[in-house]
């Protein structure tokens, strides 16, 4: 998967750790890191990763990936990092980190990250350890939160008195069109319907 291209669906992901969540996850960056337990430059990375992803968890979804089949072994290796892997971990059941993004990207080493902007477009692929990862993770993290537009409490009573513009921001930000809508009500229901 080359950068600037747009990152297909994952799926499949058999969850060892945390939530799942959509991949590419929308309206967020999303760091999809290829990892293995025999690899020691992984393990070097999953403080950093942990550290990276506490720092901008109001726009950044992290989820390591692994080839290994889901073993007793693997869970237990996952819970025995703590606080060094924290951020959601899975098996990629499907094979769809592989075929999808490692194989199309020619990576041949573990660790290896792709970043994905707000808009599913692949913005890294490399190591995650390298010093342009990190810049590149805040850059995007600021891109998707001001994309998002500016936080709103999403209550009929609150958008009343919220500028009109502000709420169009929050409409664009979700992918709502708000073309044809020429009361202030019509873009209020529409951002409450949103939710």
């Known amino acids: 998967m080359s950068v600037g291209s747009s990152c297909p669906k994952i ?9 799942s969540f959509e991949l590419p996850a929308k309206g967020y ?5 290829s990892w293995a337990t025999w690899c020691g430059p992984c393990r070097q990375v999953f403080p950093h990763l ?6 901008h968890k109001d726009n950044l979804k992290v989820v390591g990936v692994t080839q290994e089949p889901l073993t007793s072994q693997l869970r237990q290796f996952v ?3 703590g606080k060094n892997m924290d951020y959601p971990v899975a098996v990629d059941g499907y094979q ?10 020619q990576a041949r080493g573990i660790p290896h990250a792709f970043l994905i902007d707000h808009e599913g477009i692949v913005r890294y692929s490399g190591h995650p350890g ?6 590149t993770v805040t850059d995007l993290c600021r891109k998707a939160e001001a994309a998002r537009g500016p936080e709103l409490e999403l209550t009929q009573e609150a958008l009343s008195t919220t500028a009109v513009r ?5 409409l664009q930000a979700r ?5 044809g809508m020429t009361e202030k009500q019509e873009l209020i229901d529409a951002l409450l319907a949103s939710v």
């Not at 960056?29 to 890191?33: K, P």
């Not at 942990?50 to 720092?55: D, G, L, N, W």
């Not at 390298?130 to 810049?135: G, I, L, N, R, V």
């Not at 502000?166 to 929050?170: C, E, F, L, P």
């Open 11 to 19: 799926e499949g992901l058999e969850m060892i750790q945390g939530e």
């Open 175 to 179: 992918g709502i069109s708000y073309q």
């Open 166 to 170: 502000d709420i169009k921001k929050a």
């Open 50 to 55: 942990s550290q990276i992803a506490a720092r």
């Open 79 to 81: 819970t025995s990092q």
């Open 96 to 105: 769809d980190v592989q075929e999808k993004l490692m194989m199309p990207a």
């Open 130 to 135: 390298d010093p342009s990862f990190e810049a």
């Open 29 to 33: 960056v999303t760091c999809i890191e």
